[in-house]
């Protein structure tokens, strides 16, 4: 059914964002649809939830029964690797922008080390005039901060780069899953330096976690003095122990690898220490062999989340579609979408507050005639970066390693509606 009062704004069934106001748009990647009661449609009928009394109140809530897509995928355990891998969040089952705790992404190195809040330290050393060491008692009497942020692994959607071929179940969350955004609370890293005293020779610090592989990582001086935090809190709570419990390393907009958890030394150095995962790993390796470093911040970066890889559209009409965007170097400015593969755009409507550093939230709407579409999204920062397509980063510097891949995400429509994965 095809409503010609709608403003088509682009190639391929794309509308005005003005549409998404007046149309009683459901659930994202749901068509219209309305029921009207006639007056031979009968009584409605009370359901039974509506007649007896429920459960009460529990000690920690838990999410509906009927929410089993809510969780996070998690790869298989590798013997030669103990505790180490990832979980993902479900973005294509995710609306807003913060994260729930529970389905924020995790990667680990040697697993999640069970700590003891009271026999915890934080050592400060290195190059300062006074060494410092905080109990968790000790840090909770700071002046705290709170900032909503994202975190993203530097490897997130690099499968993307590295297949010669879509992957053909891929979907959101399988293939972008690590991500997520929540609100973070603690202490400015700056104040702790400061009590510390910082020697003029010092332009690093070298951050290393209590986990059992002593992740470590060296951070410049300059972005621990800016906005990097001591974070205690996430969503309100403790720091999930996967995130870290008790304390973490946080640098906003910054690969999530910087973010070192279980923190438990600070050095200051005067220099990178170039510890196993920055030499080893998340380097950006280039078609001559040669290898980028300290290649720290995430680049300009949207999604397309509904409708996304294996969903399917069930009839002809209008669907909302909406995405994430987000960018390392500030906070998104646009979002464009495309149904013709890049051939034509149109703005997407900004959905949620645009936060430094944060998820963003966009949508349009899209009129589906039945035939093939390919979708996708283009986001532009606050810095005046555009996201690149898949194929300029593969021009520039190639697929030989995968990390900080921030390219366009294609999703393919078939004519029977079927969404998956694909390279435009």
Known sequence: MTNKNLEKVAGNGLLNRRHLLGMGLGGAGMAVANTVLGADSGPLQIP?????PGPGASPFGDRSRYAPQLERMSGSPNPTYPGGGASRSPLQHLQGTITPNALHFERHHAGIPDIDPAQHKLVI?????QPLVFSYEDLLRYTMVSRIYFLECSGNSGAVLRRDTPDPNGTAQSLHGLVSC????GIPLSTLLDEAGVLPEANWIAAV???????????????AMDDSMLALFQNGEPVMPGQGYPMRLFNPGWEGNTSVKWLTQIKLTNGPVHFRDETSKYTDTLPDRSSLQFTFPMGVKSLITSPSGQMSLNQRGIY???????????????VEVSADGGRSWADALIDSERHEKALTRFSIPWEWNGGSAILQSRATDSAGNVQPTRQSILDERGNIATYH?????SWSVNNAGEVRDAHA
């Open 320 to 334: 909302r579609v909406t995405g994430l965007a987000w960018s390392g170097s500030g906070s998104i400015r646009r």
């Open 48 to 52: 039974y939830w509506s007649r007896q």
């Open 182 to 185: 929540a609100e973070w609370t």
């Open 209 to 223: 976690g209590a986990d059992a592989a002593s992740m470590g990582r060296s951070v410049p001086l300059a972005k």
């Open 125 to 129: 050393n290195g190059l300062v005039r």
């Open 405 to 409: 891949f921030h390219g366009i995400q």
